[in-house]
């Protein structure tokens, strides 16, 4: 029969702008899910309900990544070649290279990475074997913070204490304390992590660094050297922490159907929905304005915990660094751009600092 008003009977919502519609997609397509994940995911992060031949079509008109359509093979090879060669301790395996290609923008299949990896390192697969070694939250609190012992904590405990007591007062009476302080040994989560960054890039990014005792461009003894280091290189380490980060929020967890906890998708795809794994969001939302306040009545304020250089240094290296063309920061090009920036900052403090 004739439908004058085109409605189908199918309510998908309202269509979200273009520009975070795209981003949805692309972000999914990092996260290499399925195509039922990103439908359930497009429902409940912008509220839009779609079926599978409405996402199949919008994946093509925005042109988002799919390894069923991969790059070129010879492409294919340079982009696997080019993360093996960020790889020093060869740590990083096929599923690894796919999450950080993924993030790229590149989806390839990881038969084709495998293929790839294993034509052109013989020495990767023994490193990596055991046998060759002889959501987004936004002011929002935890039910219980857990850390361990260090000096460092009281303010930590305080803070977790006061703002549970004021914005989720009927928890006072629960078995459940605000904070849980562990020996380091037991606080397996966070000590698991550890491992999995030196995995992923610590030991890479180590490696680099202790370059500086033999490469003959860092002087200990110089007070330029000394600064440069610490502006210069804190912001590579953040840019290879954030890059971790986003790696391991969008790898794949695999299937594990006795375990309790989630399985079978990204920690990200887990949070955004966590009723849809047997879960329930435990956060507790507080006001913004408290924790401001709260933040006032620490010792150091919040801007100059992060301050790793004086002002004056800071403003001439940000020049310096613009003077050399503000290359891109990474591991690999760390030492070279020490070494042009302190070649214009030595002028800069020709008398000294």
Not at 226 to 236: A, K, P, T, V
Not at 277 to 305: F, N, S, T, Y
Request: aromatic share 8%; glycine share 8%.
């Amino acid at each position: 029969m004739p439908n004058p008003t085109g409605v189908n009977g199918y309510d998908n919502g309202t269509v979200p702008p273009e520009n975070e519609l795209v981003a949805a997609l692309q972000q999914y397509a990092r996260e290499q899910l399925s195509l039922e994940r990103r439908i359930q995911r497009l429902g409940a992060d912008l509220g839009y309900h779609i079926k599978k031949g409405k996402l199949k079509q919008l994946n093509r008109r925005y042109n988002i990544p799919t390894s069923r359509k991969p790059p070129p093979l010879p492409i294919a090879t340079t982009l696997v070649c080019a993360e093996m060669v960020t790889d020093l301790h060869k740590r990083r395996g096929p599923d690894a290279v796919k999450s950080r290609l993924a993030l790229q923008g590149f989806n390839l299949p990881r038969s084709v990475i495998r293929a790839v990896m294993h034509d052109n390192d013989d020495i990767g697969p023994n490193v990596r074997n055991p046998q060759s070694k002889g959501r987004k939250i936004v002011r929002v609190i935890p039910i219980q913070v857990t850390f361990d012992g260090g000096s460092e904590t009281p303010d930590m405990k305080g803070i977790q204490t006061a703002l549970r007591n004021a914005f989720a007062p009927h928890l006072k009476d629960s078995n459940l304390p605000p904070f849980m302080p562990l020996p380091s040994t037991r606080n397996i989560v966070i000590e698991n992590l550890w491992s999995r960054w030196l995995t992923h890039s610590g030991l890479n990014v180590q490696t680099t660094l202790l370059e500086g005792k033999t490469n003959g461009i860092f002087n200990a003894g110089d007070n330029i050297d000394i600064n440069l280091f610490q502006w210069l290189w804190s912001q590579i380490v953040q840019i290879e922490l954030n890059g971790f980060t986003a790696y391991w929020n969008s790898h794949r967890v695999r299937t594990q159907k006795d375990k309790l906890m989630p399985s079978g998708s990204t920690p990200n795809d887990f949070f955004a929905t966590p009723e849809q794994w047997g879960g329930q969001d435990c956060g507790i939302p507080v006001d913004i304005i408290v924790v401001e306040a709260l933040r006032k009545e620490l010792k150091m304020p919040h801007a100059d915990v992060y301050k790793f250089v004086s002002d004056e240094f800071r403003l001439a290296a940000e020049e310096a660094y613009a003077t050399i063309g503000s290359p891109a920061l990474t591991v690999e090009s760390g030492w070279a751009i020490f070494a042009q920036m302190k070649a214009a900052l030595s002028t800069v403090f020709a008398s000294g600092m």
